[in-house]
């Protein structure tokens, strides 16, 4: 059971933080040797072209990166495949794990491959047939 109390912030304005019931002992208890920091804040990292290799990769992986981002309003199926197939490449090479995170596009219309245009004007009305 958790328990809520109001606390004030830095800036003097009054938040929310939910306490756990947890032991003196464990709170008291020395640090493992091995602390893992990824277990908090994510450093996430968009993936593009001049972050597509191994070794970039591998580097961002060292220095901090835990979640990698793979914007899907650029790039093709096999440009993105590559993408992850280096990254995982990289987290074998350094034994750094990374999550991956899909950026797809919003409520949007893209039409690709037409070879006639078909302008409208604003406020004309579309209509979507398969």
């Given amino acids: 059971m958790s328990s809520m109390r109001r606390v004030g912030s830095l800036m003097n304005v009054e938040s929310e933080v939910s306490f756990a019931n947890v ?3 464990r709170i008291c208890s ?7 920091t990824r277990l908090g804040t994510k450093v ?4 593009g072209p ?5 070794p970039v990769l591998a580097k961002m992986l060292r220095a901090g990166m835990s979640v990698a981002r793979f914007d899907f309003s650029y790039g093709d199926h096999a440009y993105h495949q590559r993408m992850l197939d280096n990254l995982r490449a990289a987290m074998k090479k350094t034994g750094i794990n990374c999550a991956t995170m899909l950026d797809t596009r919003g409520p949007e219309l893209v039409v690709l491959g037409y070879e006639r245009a ?3 004007r604003c406020g004309a009305r579309l209509g979507c047939h398969p």
């Fill in 118 to 120: 078909h302008p409208r």
């Fill in 30 to 36: 020395p640090a493992p040797n091995k602390v893992d």
């Fill in 23 to 25: 032991s003196i002992e």
């Fill in 44 to 47: 996430i990292c968009t993936l």
């Fill in 50 to 54: 001049k972050s597509s290799s191994v």
